[in-house]
């Protein structure tokens, strides 16, 4: 109630005092110290997000705003936050382009602040995302590749390059993996998703970029925000989309509104030190405690991670026009958000609905690091929850999936739930989930063991599994390095050693070559397989530690059998009359090229998986 008096009251000064004929001649610009920032830094035409700015600056929140310059650009309402460093402007935008010029007042004192409006990209409203059509390349910016030495170490961030650190900075950048579009296109791979490229400024541990100190600006030893716009496009122009990694549960400790922040609760503050309970049950359980859940969502995820307060609409605002931004100034496809249930779970929704206002065919992604079925589906928009709740995000990742892969391929024999059976059933779970086209489904990521590593550095098994990736139902993501059997660095060290940088010297190794080459036949035969993409599943148990599954519209279909035994198993085609009645005859080893005449006699290596395609 409070913050709404003030509001009502200082849009209606801001109204009085405005003139539409204010002499911007006579004004002098900001000068040092009296503004600090503006956020979002600029804005376009056409958009239906509201716009609300972020003014900082020392005592600002005592000065009345207009705007001038532009035809179309109007202050419609000012908000003083707690601070009195802070003012947030709500700011219309018309038709016209150019600059604006922001007009600060107080007691006969005016200065002026441009801000830019800029023309809408053609058709940016309706711009498409990542789906079932696509596969992800997931990259860690600073262990893949370092493009651009000069940038490791640089005068405006804290931590230095430590080449051998498990966890520290190792110099890779936004130039390190355009170098390397060439290599990832070529590999199949239609889409990127890296982790976090913002500015980290903690102390330690900020390769992973996973505590942001600043939402608006990459981190300099990345490279810059016209380097990282213009990997975006060059992307784009090899085939690829980007995928940008959000997280708006926390903050850096060393964010720069830490020093003032805009409203108390602008974070979740506690009296001493308070970490999550991490228990994602509290937020659908109804028999919850309001205790537990208030730890859930408002303790810190790390002692350096402060919990944001999207309770406070102030910042929820700020999250949902920074997504846009990024969207509109980066041409970006799409979000993977970060620790997604540890968000409240309202205003998150709330966060989704508003971005996808903006761009009703972006796709989003959330984090939802469970492998309780049940529990997963309940974050996917469209799911029948019996709280009623619609949390708008269109898609998840599928850690259930991944944990049935990971246990089962080390198992040589079947005994009811082991083997590859736990295939099986997380894939007849798929009963609970809303949308399971639209899903990620990975061998592993950042912060999982490396599927080199689970599969004890045996190329069959990855094969194997990379063989699922490609054809179960889903959009396949892969960690940078696992198509070459890329292993942990010291697996003591965690995710300091399993984060290895990207091999370049890989052609010079067999292993990693052969790996490379199997996975690059099949994820480019999939760009083209509408029957993987697009496609119905059947699928049939053996209790003989062999899964067998058809992914099929009317026109194709794609038969895989994956054999998770220690010696070699024959396919019983006849099994599968059910379905084959209806397939088309003419079938192809989709890895060897070969026709297959004779399906009856099919014979299937140990660890690994036979991919055949039929069409008409």
């Not at 990997?231 to 830490?258: E, F, P, Q, R, Y």
């Not at 609760?265 to 970490?275: K, L, N």
């Not at 065919?361 to 929850?385: C, D, K, M, R």
């Not at 059976?421 to 899903?439: A, E, G, Q, R």
Request: proline share 5%.
């Amino acid at each position: 109630m409070k913050r709404s008096i003030i509001a009502a009251a200082a849009a209606l000064a801001v109204l009085a005092a405005c003139s539409p004929r204010i002499d911007l001649a006579g004004i002098a610009e900001a000068g040092p110290g009296q503004i600090s920032r503006v956020e979002p830094p600029c804005w376009w035409t056409g958009m239906k997000t509201g716009l609300q700015l972020l003014v900082q600056g020392p005592g600002i929140g005592s000065y009345e705003v207009c705007a001038a310059g532009l035809e179309g650009v109007r202050v419609t309402g000012t908000h003083q936050a707690e601070s009195p460093n802070y003012i947030f402007v709500d700011l219309a935008v018309g038709a016209e382009t150019g600059t604006a010029w922001l007009v600060f007042s107080r007691e006969g004192e005016s200065f002026k602040v441009p801000y830019e409006i800029a023309p809408r990209r053609k058709g940016s409203a309706m711009r498409g995302s990542f789906t079932t059509a696509d596969a992800i390349y997931l990259i860690m910016p600073d262990r893949f590749s370092n493009g651009d030495p000069s940038n490791d170490n640089t005068g405006d961030t804290t931590e230095k390059a430590d080449y051998e650190a498990f966890f520290g900075r190792h110099g890779g950048d936004i130039r390190g993996i355009r170098n390397h579009l060439d290599y990832i296109a070529d590999l199949g791979m239609t889409a990127i998703w890296c982790t976090p490229l913002l500015e980290d400024n903690v102390d330690r541990e900020s390769y992973h970029g996973y505590a942001c100190t600043d939402y608006y600006n990459i981190d300099s030893r990345f490279g810059s925000n016209a380097d990282y716009r213009e990997l975006v496009a060059d992307a784009h122009a090899h085939g690829i989309k980007m995928i940008m990694d959000v997280v708006t549960n926390h903050c850096g400790d060393k964010h720069w509104w830490m020093a003032d922040l805009p409203f108390a609760d602008w974070v979740h503050q506690w009296p001493e030190y308070t970490h999550s309970n991490c228990s994602f049950s509290v937020q659908n359980d109804p028999y919850v405690s309001q205790k537990d859940r208030k730890n859930m969502e408002e303790g810190w995820f790390d002692r350096a991670m402060v919990d944001m307060n999207l309770d406070n609409p102030y910042t929820l605002k700020y999250f949902q026009q920074w997504a846009v931004w990024w969207t509109e100034w980066a041409d970006l496809d799409g979000f993977r958000v970060d620790t997604y249930p540890y968000n409240e779970k309202v205003p998150m929704s709330k966060w989704c609905k508003a971005v996808r206002a903006e761009y009703p065919n972006l796709n989003i992604v959330g984090e939802v690091w469970s492998v309780n079925v049940p529990q997963v589906a309940y974050w996917q928009t469209g799911n029948h929850n019996p709280d009623g709740f619609d949390s708008n995000l269109p898609s998840i990742m599928d850690f259930c999936l991944h944990s049935a892969i990971c246990q089962s391929i080390n198992t040589d024999f079947e005994n009811w739930d082991e083997g590859i059976t736990k295939v099986y059933d997380s894939m007849s779970n798929d009963v609970y989930l809303h949308d399971t086209d639209n899903i990620m489904i990975f061998p592993g990521n950042h912060d999982t063991a490396r599927i080199g590593d689970v599969a004890q550095g045996d190329p069959r098994k990855v094969k194997m599994v990379m063989a699922m990736m490609a054809t179960l139902r889903g959009f396949p993501q892969i960690f940078a390095g696992d198509e070459l059997l890329c292993r942990s660095r010291d697996l003591s060290q965690g995710h300091g050693g399993l984060r290895v940088e990207f091999p370049e010297d890989w052609e010079s190794d067999a292993v990693s070559k052969d790996v490379h080459d199997y996975f690059r036949t099949i994820f480019n035969w999939r760009k083209n397989s509408d029957a993987v993409q697009h496609g119905r599943t059947m699928h049939f148990i053996s209790r003989t530690n062999t899964y067998a599954y058809f992914r099929y519209t009317a026109t194709e279909a794609v038969f895989v059998f994956v054999n998770n035994r220690g010696t070699a198993a024959i396919v019983p085609w006849e099994d599968y009359a059910e379905i084959t009645c209806n397939i088309p005859s003419n079938a192809f080893d989709v890895v060897t090229g070969e026709a297959v005449s004779d399906l009856t006699t099919m014979e299937v290596a140990p660890k690994s998986a036979l991919i055949l395609e039929f069409r008409k």
